[in-house]
């Protein structure tokens, strides 16, 4: 089976095309890089550095890093100008956007008609937009972090959903960085049972229902003075798996 991987070009995005190729899949992967500059604010700074080394935990080794033969790179947003690059997405089986930049106009239309998969780091419908998991847990519903695995919507995060993954608890010194970047693990692990048994995951999909929102969240609302209140949390971690849905 042949799958198309639209992603970022982090660590843990390279990892889902490694662990889709060693799963026997033929992984044709679209890389896009970001080339704005990076926040020089230390808050920033340590924060992203915990978010880096909980990636480099989980996706630094050989198991999620082989390298992929069939990659093309882009600018971040330019793979909605639909360069000639990317034909080869429209021949596969399955395409996979995890990551990358909004899809939407004339690239949605294509890929909509295909076999589309979102891959959405948050649970959604309750959190959509961006840190879903970063807001789950400051607004202390550490149940709702996770991944929803779901189909491709013309609006951000608002496709059938198809399952939901959740991270691994450890209570005993809990590092929310690491539990946050388990839920992408077990997304990426999740979604291999619905390439293979899609059929019955697409009849058993239920709609989004917006009405369940809790935070529609923006780039613009992570910033300085939330990341410190965030950094002086005491989660509270009882009852967590009897809360998911």
């Known amino acids: 089976m042949k799958i198309g991987l639209i992603t970022g070009n982090n660590l843990r995005?390279?990892?889902?095309?490694?662990?889709?190729?060693?799963?026997?899949?033929?992984?044709?992967?679209?890389?896009?890089?970001?080339?704005?500059?990076?926040?020089?604010?230390?808050?920033?700074?340590?924060?992203?550095?915990?978010?880096?080394?909980?990636?480099?935990?989980?996706?630094?080794?050989?198991?999620?890093?082989?390298?992929?033969?069939?990659?093309?790179?882009?600018?971040?947003?330019?793979?909605?100008?639909?360069?000639?690059?990317?034909?080869?997405?429209?021949?596969?089986?399955?395409?996979?956007?995890?990551?990358?930049?909004?899809i939407k106009g004339e690239l949605y239309d294509l890929l909509s008609k295909?076999?589309?998969?979102?891959?959405?780091?948050?649970?959604?419908?309750?959190?959509?937009?961006?840190?879903?998991?970063?807001?789950?847990?400051?607004?202390?519903?550490?149940?709702?972090?996770?991944?929803?695995?779901?189909?491709?919507?013309?609006?951000?995060d608002e496709g059938r959903i198809l399952k939901y993954c959740y991270p691994n608890i450890s209570k005993k010194n809990f590092n929310p960085f690491l539990f946050s970047m388990g839920s992408v693990k077990e997304t990426f692990i999740g979604v291999e049972d619905v390439l293979k048994n899609f059929k019955s995951y697409f009849e058993e999909s239920k709609l989004n229902d917006s009405s369940k929102l809790i935070r529609n969240s923006r780039i613009k609302d992570f910033n300085s003075e939330v990341i410190n209140e965030f950094n002086k949390k005491e989660f509270i971690l009882e009852n967590i798996e009897s809360l998911r849905q």
């Open 114 to 156: 295909k076999n589309t998969i979102n891959l959405h780091i948050g649970i959604s419908p309750q959190y959509t937009g961006s840190a879903c998991n970063f807001w789950a847990m400051f607004d202390d519903n550490l149940h709702l972090v996770g991944g929803t695995i779901q189909e491709l919507s013309k609006n951000l």
């Open 13 to 102: 995005h390279n990892a889902l095309g490694s662990y889709l190729n060693q799963s026997g899949y033929e992984v044709i992967q679209v890389s896009e890089i970001n080339e704005s500059d990076k926040s020089t604010d230390p808050v920033f700074e340590n924060y992203f550095r915990s978010v880096q080394k909980a990636e480099e935990t989980l996706f630094d080794s050989r198991e999620w890093q082989q390298h992929i033969e069939d990659k093309i790179i882009l600018k971040k947003g330019e793979i909605n100008s639909i360069p000639n690059s990317i034909n080869p997405l429209f021949s596969c089986d399955f395409v996979i956007v995890y990551g990358s930049s909004f």
